[in-house]
């Protein structure tokens, strides 16, 4: 797929604010409505832009606690795999996971309200049978965000 300066444009004003119309990002990136609200629909059909979401402060929804736990498994199978993804799908408080190169297996990310929410949290996780779980806790959050840099796609 080929992104063109509009499409950039349009992608950048969007992650940083998914609730703008479409008239207001056609003005901003000086475009007509109608091909404005195009180039949105074939981003989308293309599955550059996936989703439209609203971010949360997550310590005004009582989640003030971070937690990134680092996994590791000694069942390196697909019946092993599949089930590890039931369990953490079934937690909501799990907000990503990733499959990890190196002495980690998973990295998983969750936010939780305190301490014993953190240790509920653990005792749904070890259900998938892991080996060893090490847990980080966030202190300080330096930087957080969702948009991802466009800077070095080369419009058309």
Same mark, same amino acid.
């Given at each position: 797929? *080929?992104?063109?300066?509009? !499409? ?10 998914? *609730? ?25 059909? !293309? ?86 779980? *090490? ?22």
């Amino acid at each position: 797929m *080929s992104i063109n300066k509009y !499409d950039r444009a349009i992608l950048e004003l969007l992650q940083r604010d998914a *609730s703008l119309s479409v008239g207001e990002v056609a003005e901003r990136v000086a475009l007509s409505k109608s091909a404005c609200w195009r180039r949105i629909q074939k981003l989308e059909q !293309d599955g550059v832009l996936q989703r439209r979401v609203a971010l949360l402060n997550q310590h005004k929804v009582n989640l003030p606690l971070t937690v990134y736990i680092s996994i590791r498994t000694n069942q390196h199978n697909d019946k092993w795999s599949r089930n590890f993804k039931r369990v953490v799908e079934a937690i909501p408080e799990v907000m990503e996971v990733y499959r990890m190169s190196g002495e980690l297996d998973y990295l998983v990310k969750a936010v939780v309200t305190d301490m014993p929410g953190y240790d509920r949290l653990y005792r749904e996780i070890i259900k998938a049978d892991i080996f060893d779980v *090490s847990s980080s806790f966030v202190m300080e959050t330096m930087k957080q965000t969702t948009q991802l840099p466009l800077h070095h796609i080369q419009p058309l």
